[in-house]
């Protein structure tokens, strides 16, 4: 039996990781769909400013839910890739009916809530299994983040 994939990770960590990355995926494409949503629909006071950073939040969700997909076939597993699939793992659910922007951004820290949740116990398990490129690919998105949090808490403090 096979204890070793081609990358040199044990296969079962790698199973577990695979797993852990695909809910992180499920829950980035929930995201994704959300802020897009929020980018066509906001309304209002901060419309601009607002309309413009929506999409650069959903223009990098979209290059993360690539990169996870990537690492999940490196990991010799398969990406979840149906909205219906996503719909059962994730915890980030979908939100419509949403124009205003203030309830848009705590809808937004919500979910990055979550994300950073998921991605620290990946890292964990990632630590566990030695596999250094789950790691890399994790910890930029955390401390990103993190700071986005910091942002939007002080906008909502105005």
């Known amino acids: 039996m096979k204890t070793k994939n081609l990358i040199g ?3 079962e960590k790698s199973k577990q990781l695979v797993e852990h990355l695909n809910d992180l995926l499920a829950n980035y ?13 906001v309304k209002g006071r901060g419309f ?8 650069e939040y959903y223009n ?3 290059e993360k839910i690539d990169e996870i997909a990537e690492r999940v076939l490196t990991l010799e597993g398969t990406p979840l890739h149906a909205y219906s699939a996503y719909m059962k793992v994730a ?8 124009s205003n922007g203030l309830e848009c951004v705590k809808h937004i820290m919500d ?11 990946i890292l964990a398990l990632a630590a566990e299994a030695g596999d250094d490129g789950t790691q890399d690919m994790i910890n930029p998105y955390i401390s ?6 910091w942002m939007l808490r002080a906008f909502l403090s105005e």
């Not at 915890?91 to 949403?98: F, L, Q, R, S």
């Not at 979910?111 to 116990?121: A, D, G, Y």
Request: overall charge negative; proline content about 0%.
């Open 91 to 98: 915890e980030i659910k979908e939100v419509t009916g949403v």
């Open 144 to 149: 990103e983040q993190e700071k986005t949090l």
């Open 29 to 41: 494409q929930l995201y994704y769909q959300n802020v897009r949503g929020f980018h066509w629909n």
């Open 48 to 55: 601009f400013q607002l309309h413009a950073k929506f999409e």
């Open 9 to 11: 990770l044990d296969v």
């Open 111 to 121: 979910s990055l809530v979550i994300l950073i949740r998921k991605e620290r116990e």
């Open 60 to 62: 990098d969700a979209i």
